[in-house]
């Protein structure tokens, strides 16, 4: 089956610019999650919709990120403005629905630095 | 907030030998344990997983010790090869039929030589 697709793979955008993200999950995948990997890191949950609906945003900074899933499939990341800080890999990952196990995967990121 | 901890940050073995990487972990609520391998540029990908009703899990190579009364888990990968160099995460998550979030370790960056 074909992976999770994003884009772009990299960015790179100057402090207090907006950036967006785009991610297709795996086709049946009803579960999808927003994770941001900063270098020497291990990946830290933004957001996980289920659907189009939002299960959790707890740990999205939501002053500056927003994030959609438009007809329960793909998504798009924003960062608006973008800070130093915001450096890092986002890394988006799909699932079946209610399942954390084989069926969960991830994408190969999209790369952000901020300048 | 419920955190992973992971050791060593960096690991290097001789090809043919043992690689150890631990975890602990706090939030007793946790009942998944998946270790994940990351490729550079790559996004992470699933190694193995246990869950807290067994001690040891073997997949090839592969194996996950887990201690539930020391809230530690560990992964043994056996005749390391070159290409097994990546960066080794330990992940937890409540409850694997829940699809809830993962929380990872730091991560461990694993050098084998040729």
């Known amino acids: 089956e074909a992976g999770v697709a994003q884009s772009p793979r990299y960015k790179i955008i100057e402090k207090r610019q907006s950036v967006a993200f785009w991610c297709n999950p795996i086709s049946g995948h009803a579960t999808l999650y927003w994770y941001q990997q900063i270098l020497g890191q291990g990946p830290k949950l933004l957001i996980q919709?289920?659907?189009?609906?939002?299960?959790?945003d707890s740990q999205l900074p939501k002053d500056r990120f927003s994030a959609e899933r438009l007809k329960g499939v793909d998504s798009t990341l924003k960062i608006q403005p973008a800070k130093l800080e915001d450096s890092a890999v986002y890394l988006c990952?799909?699932?079946?629905?209610?399942?954390?196990?084989?069926?969960?995967?991830f994408g190969s990121g999209t790369r952000l630095t901020v300048v | 907030q419920q955190q992973v901890k992971q050791s060593p940050q960096s690991l290097i073995v001789q090809k043919g030998g043992i690689s150890i990487i631990n975890c602990a972990y706090e939030n007793t609520a946790f009942d998944y344990f998946p270790w994940y391998q990351q490729f550079p540029g790559k996004g992470p990908a699933l190694l193995i997983a246990i869950r807290p009703d067994v001690s040891e899990k073997k997949e090839g190579r592969f194996t996950i010790s887990f201690n539930k009364s020391a809230k530690q888990f560990s992964l043994h990968i056996m005749d390391s090869q070159p290409g097994d160099s990546a960066t080794y995460f330990c992940?937890?998550?409540?409850?694997?039929?829940?699809?809830?979030?993962?929380?990872f370790g730091e991560g461990t960056q694993l050098t084998v030589n040729p």
């Open positions: 919709f289920q659907n189009n609906g939002v299960v959790d």
């Open positions: 992940a937890a998550s409540i409850g694997e039929t829940s699809g809830s979030r993962l929380t």
């Open positions: 990952a799909s699932s079946l629905v209610n399942r954390a196990g084989k069926g969960y995967t």
